[in-house]
């Protein structure tokens, strides 16, 4: 008889598999615990149930539950773990789980954001958002808080504002009143965060009646939300200076803490009761309401709270002439925001390591300019020399923490938030350089405070070099969906109101592909460190390279810095530099600003010659010639970086003397002495000048839309004239009316030498970007990196196109800065709107200079004193106002154009060469055969 038998390894196989299943537990037992209150007992049972046939709704159920019991019990990396785990097992499961997948991302969200790992939060809480969003559920408004609360903490604020817009849409549409009231609350709180005070008012008026207005039986459940409301409030009112107003929101704030017996919320009140007091000049009270708030955190030694009550009392101690007292208060707090440190063991300042770990560097930036200050008063009565040196120290070392700060904020409205508060930081530290004559340092800082998005527009496209194609490639793309979601939602705001359903759904994909972006930083910073590295190092050309790179003995560059109490000139030469300050008086901006306003008529100068020339000479002297006292005469060549409003002033139109007469012609204009070039800074002139290539592309690309009557806009006939000029002299394509789209833009192959718009155009405001128009529609600055090919020369032939609004650490956000975004090495820009007459007739000069292999700048300058030494041209029209509008912005560059129809008489003398050596090699071969 023949029996089946099995082979000893599958029965021993089948053996331990049925051991395993009977260990397996039920799923009635893994329920069970799961409702329980025992992470040890369930973690037990989950690893039981591994490798078990457990349904996956279940285990994400119970990973999910494993989370929050470990997050209670203040075990963050294992609540982290658990709710990873979930949110594997939910992902796995059908979408009737898509809710609960919403939730376990919510939740990790909150993890992550307790552990102060926000860029970990903010995707977790996006997705969270998407996912009730998807399903029209008002866990959304909570998640869409959250991830406002992120940005916020990270002190990207423009990203913060988005995202609690977009939360509130949906707490009005859901209408419960605590969300609606705390959501309120997180946007009257981002307000402030931005300086917008009276709306951050109104905003947390209402938050405040909603919360008032609760029912008795659920009230005091939102009591801290009531107090976080009064303390915003006193926030604002303190910059509204209404003081006692202030003071008594901090003190309905401070009854609510003692009720909730909150530490924190105590601290907080506390010391915002002193800084009003402070501001009113009580300053015992102030000390008193200062150390004692420090006393509730004695127990708490590195609780971040207690670097604002002790950098609270060193500015009070700097008040009361005690720089002493303020260095050991400053230096206390600096500890505790850089927790590695201990100041009292290693001194005043910590290591990049230190500030780099910190979790609070906008507070930390705010405590090393503080200390600074407190070191520079203490040197005026000891240890002048090694106290100054601290300071600048102190800096340098505030200067790297905002660079590190770049690493976290991904927005553009972040960051020049935070270039706009560091140019306090800037100020100091040249007026510090001023005193010491650190000319090589104030170079640097004046560096750090220009064009740092442009900068960094630059680094980004050099770094890219280090990836692969691939990647560098699905950077650009996702920078790409920035810009266009951006210039999107900013053409919808000209049009419909904040809260319409088309700019929501903008705003979410403007949300999202920031969101994408800054994911994709992350991962390169461990997957490819040297980009990440290159890419965030400090790229500043030193002063010693500005030398070498752009002074000559006839070339020198001219720096400015426009802060709140002085002017500062840097004159960099070949041999020597000089730091020169001018005081910021209310006299010298309104002649600033009525100097400007000129030109705004075309008939201003012509009308006052004599007024003109005092107010020319006068700027002259003070804020150009200065700086030349200690030479004998102007160089023949000056660069020039402009700041604030000296980005307005046409240099090349100021008067080196006193004028006699009244024909503007006859004036002793700059520019019959110097060649004036401008840049947005050095360090960018050096990555622009770094990419001339004298032999790259001599083509012409001309755009003139408005050549008929009839289009979006009035008819520029000059355009029409322009074209029919160039296209008999200068080789390029010639696109005008209909032709001259966006489209033709777009698709353009190849690079191009000049690209010249003959267009109408708008410098901008503070609502809306500057812009140029094409035959269909606006171009905007946003726009430009989507649609320019890469151009040496844009020349931009159109009104105010160097006009714009001023952002402080970042210049004038015009046109020119637009294009140089974009990539082009230079450009000509207008300052204000140009005449059609002088504007043929010196970009006409200027083309048959660029013919005869003239660089460009002064080939510009060339076609300027054409136009004022041209007798055909009558005695009014040699005013300022025709011709010193046109500026150069960039790379000096030349071989831009190249002459039409010019027959390549050198390929002849190329061929000659080849068939006569040809020939002559076989002659020498057939006699060596002979």
């Known amino acids: 008889m023949n029996c089946f038998r099995l082979p000893l390894t599958t029965f021993l196989f089948l053996l331990t598999a049925g051991w395993s299943l009977a260990q397996c537990p039920a799923v009635a037992e893994i329920n069970l615990a799961t409702s329980g209150d025992d992470p040890t007992a ?87 958002a998407n996912i009730y969003d998807g399903l029209h559920h008002d866990r959304a408004v909570g998640s869409r808080r959250e991830l ?20 509130l849409e949906r707490a009005v549409e859901f209408g419960h009143k605590d969300v609606l009231a705390q959501t309120y609350l997180d946007f009257g709180r981002i ?7 009276p709306a951050a008012r109104d905003t947390l008026k209402k938050a405040e009646s909603i919360l008032q207005n609760l029912p008795p039986e659920i009230r005091e459940e939102y009591a801290y939300d009531e107090a976080a409301c009064y303390l915003n409030s006193g926030l604002v009112h303190d910059e509204l200076q209404e003081y006692e107003q202030s003071v008594s929101f901090y003190q309905q704030a401070y009854r609510i803490a003692e009720r909730l017996d909150d530490t924190e919320l105590l601290v907080k009140a506390g010391n915002n009761i002193g800084v009003a007091r402070k501001k ?77 770990v910190s979790l609070h560097k906008s507070e930390l930036v705010v405590c090393l300019v503080d200390q600074a200050g407190a070191l520079r008063s203490l040197a005026t009565t000891e240890n002048g020399e090694e106290n100054l040196a ?46 010491v004559q650190e000319t090589d340092l104030a170079f640097y800082f004046m560096e750090k405070s220009k064009s740092v998005l442009l900068l960094d527009a630059f680094i980004t496209n050099e770094a890219s070099k280090i990836l692969p194609p691939e990647l560098a490639n699905r950077e650009r793309k996702l920078q790409s969906s920035i810009q266009l979601a951006n210039a999107r939602l900013e053409s919808m705001l000209r049009v419909q109101n904040i809260m319409s359903e088309p700019v929501e759904l903008t705003s979410k994909s403007l949300a999202a592909a920031q969101a994408d972006y800054q994911e994709y930083l992350t991962e390169l910073s461990s997957d490819y460190p040297a980009y990440y590295q290159f890419r965030y190092a400090d790229q500043v050309i030193t002063a010693t390279a500005a030398r070498k790179a752009f002074t000559t003995p006839t070339t020198q560059l001219l720096h400015y810095f426009a802060g709140r109490h002085y002017f500062y000139l840097l004159r960099l030469g070949p041999d020597a530099s000089q730091l020169t300050r001018v005081a910021r008086t209310p006299k010298l901006d309104a002649s600033l600003v009525d100097f400007s306003n000129l030109f705004r008529s075309s ?107 009839g289009g979006k806009q009035p008819m520029l006939a000059a355009g029409r004239d322009m074209a029919e000029w160039l296209q008999t002299g200068v080789r390029g394509t010639y696109l005008t009316g209909e032709s001259a789209d966006v489209a033709a833009l777009k698709n353009t192959n190849g690079s191009l030498g000049v690209l010249h718009f003959s267009t109408h155009a708008n410098g901008g405001d503070s609502l809306t970007s500057p812009s140029v128009w094409l035959a269909d529609s606006l171009l905007f600055l946003s726009d430009l990196s989507q649609r320019l090919p890469p151009t040496r020369l844009v020349i931009l032939s159109a009104c105010e196109t160097g006009a714009g609004r001023f952002q402080p650490g970042e210049g004038i956000l015009n046109l020119a800065n637009g294009f140089a975004y ?5 450009m000509i820009s207008t300052l204000w709107q140009v005449n059609d007459r002088a504007t043929g007739q010196i970009l006409q000069s200027f083309y048959q200079s ?33 011709w010193s509008g046109f500026t150069y912005w960039g790379a000096e560059q030349q071989a831009l154009v190249s002459p039409a129809g010019r027959f390549p008489w050198y390929l002849l003398l190329v061929v000659g060469v080849i068939v006569g050596g040809t020939l002559a090699y076989r002659n020498r071969t057939n006699n060596q055969a002979e």
Request: net charge negative; glycine share 6%.
């Open 603 to 709: 008939n201003a100068v012509t009308d006052d010659p004599r007024g003109f020339a005092e107010q020319s000479f006068l700027i002259f002297k003070t804020l150009y010639a200065v700086v030349w006292k200690e030479v004998d005469s102007l160089p023949g060549e000056i660069i020039i970086i402009p700041d604030g409003i000296t980005g307005t002033i046409p240099f090349a139109g100021l008067l080196t003397e006193p004028a006699t007469g009244n024909t503007p012609g006859r004036f002793p204009y700059l520019i019959r002495k110097q060649l004036v070039r401008y840049a947005f800074s050095a360090t960018i002139l050096a990555y622009q000048a770094k990419e001339v290539d004298l032999e790259a592309s001599a083509e012409l690309l001309f755009l003139a839309p408005f050549t008929e009557p």
């Open 148 to 167: 406002a609360n992120a940005y916020s903490e990270l002190r990207d604020y423009g990203l913060a504002r988005l995202h609690i817009g977009l939360a």
């Open 390 to 435: 601290a300071a600048l120290a102190h800096y340098q070392l505030a200067d790297r923490v905002l660079d590190a700060m770049r690493l976290e904020h991904q927005s553009s409205s972040a960051r020049y938030f935070w270039r706009e508060e560091a140019h306090r930081l800037y100020e100091e530290a040249l007026a510090l350089c001023y005193e």
């Open 280 to 356: 009113q000049g009580r300053h015992g009270q102030a000390e008193t309401a200062f150390k004692n708030a420090l006393k509730l955190l004695e127990p708490y030694p590195k609780n971040y709270l207690r670097a604002y009550g002790l950098d609270n009392l060193g500015n009070l101690a700097m008040l009361q002439q005690d720089p002493q007292a303020a260095v050991g208060y400053y230096r206390e707090a600096i500890g505790v925001l850089a927790p590695e440190f201990n100041a009292k063991e290693t001194g005043g300042l910590p290591t990049e390591a230190e500030v780099a």
């Open 191 to 197: 307000l402030y965060y931005q300086k917008e005070y």
């Open 42 to 128: 369930l973690s037990q049972l989950l690893q039981r149930a591994n490798n078990c046939p457990v349904p996956d709704s279940i285990m994400g159920d119970a990973y999910h539950r494993l989370g929050i019991l470990h997050y209670l019990e203040g075990d963050l990396p294992e609540a982290v773990l658990a709710t990873l785990e979930a949110i594997s097992f939910r992902e796995k499961g059908l979408p009737t789980g898509r809710f609960l997948l919403g939730k376990s991302n919510h939740n990790l969200g909150v993890f992550y954001k307790s552990q102060g790992d926000y860029h970990m939060a903010i995707p977790r809480f996006r997705k969270a």
């Open 822 to 826: 974009a990539g082009a090495l230079a």
């Open 850 to 882: 660029l013919l005869a292999d003239q660089p460009a700048a002064a080939a510009l300058r060339q076609a300027q004193l054409a136009w004022l030494d041209d007798p055909s041209v009558r005695a009014s029209l040699k005013s300022p106002f025709f």
